[in-house]
């Protein structure tokens, strides 16, 4: 099935930047263990069971990179590496290894928990506190920012790049500075909220 921007409800699948920004620093001041997880999740857009089977070796700290086994393409034994920041690496390579060699014990449901759990901390609506969330919003603000698809498509491990290409419909900043310039003669019609009253108390 082909990933969508939206749910059958019209809800937002994807973290805009300023949530994703938020759960980072959520997952910042988190111990060790949960700090590692989340931020691996958020830099890579990698899928849970992925981060959650990475080992001490797929730590590539010479090339600053993570080796991830492509989920659906395990039988082909496809493995792809993705960047992440620097500062990344020593958390990570200095982190001590779970069971069988793996960086972190837990199993996918308790590593949903964890990710979600951290997702609320940082203050983001319940439902899209889940980890598909962190790797729709890779997807997204990799195409905003111009970074090809071919690429992303990569970093993602998907099999088709017309599936990368849904993420380069969300609108970004671009999109909207183009829709400013369409209505910006018509913005200073609207009346603001009545005294006394902000934006979001005016929204209740």
Not at 152 to 170: D, F, K
Request: hydrophobic letters at 45%.
């Amino acid at each position: 099935m082909m990933p969508a921007l939206f749910d059958q409800r019209g809800n937002r699948k994807y973290l805009i930047a300023r949530e994703r920004l938020a759960f980072v620093y959520a997952a910042s001041k988190e111990r060790e263990a949960v700090s590692t997880f989340c931020l691996t999740l958020a830099f890579t857009g990698a899928r849970i069971s992925e981060v959650l089977a990475l080992t001490a070796n797929r730590i590539d700290a010479a090339d600053e990179t993570v080796i991830f086994e492509t989920l659906k393409q395990r039988k082909k034994q496809v493995f792809r590496a993705v960047p992440v920041p620097r500062t990344l690496i020593p958390l990570l390579t200095m982190y001590s290894v779970g069971k069988e060699g793996r960086l972190w014990p837990w199993g996918r449901t308790n590593g949903w928990k964890i990710a979600k759990s951290v997702m609320r901390k940082a203050g983001i609506v319940e439902n899209l506190c889940k980890p598909k969330a962190l790797r729709h919003a890779f997807a997204v603000e990799a195409g905003q920012k111009s970074i090809p698809l071919n690429i992303v498509q990569r970093w993602l491990g998907h099999a088709r790049i017309e599936t990368t290409a849904i993420y380069a419909s969300a609108i970004g900043e671009e999109e909207r500075n183009l829709a400013r310039r369409a209505w910006s003669s018509l913005e200073l019609a609207i009346p603001g909220p009545p005294d006394g009253h902000d934006a979001k108390s005016h929204c209740r």
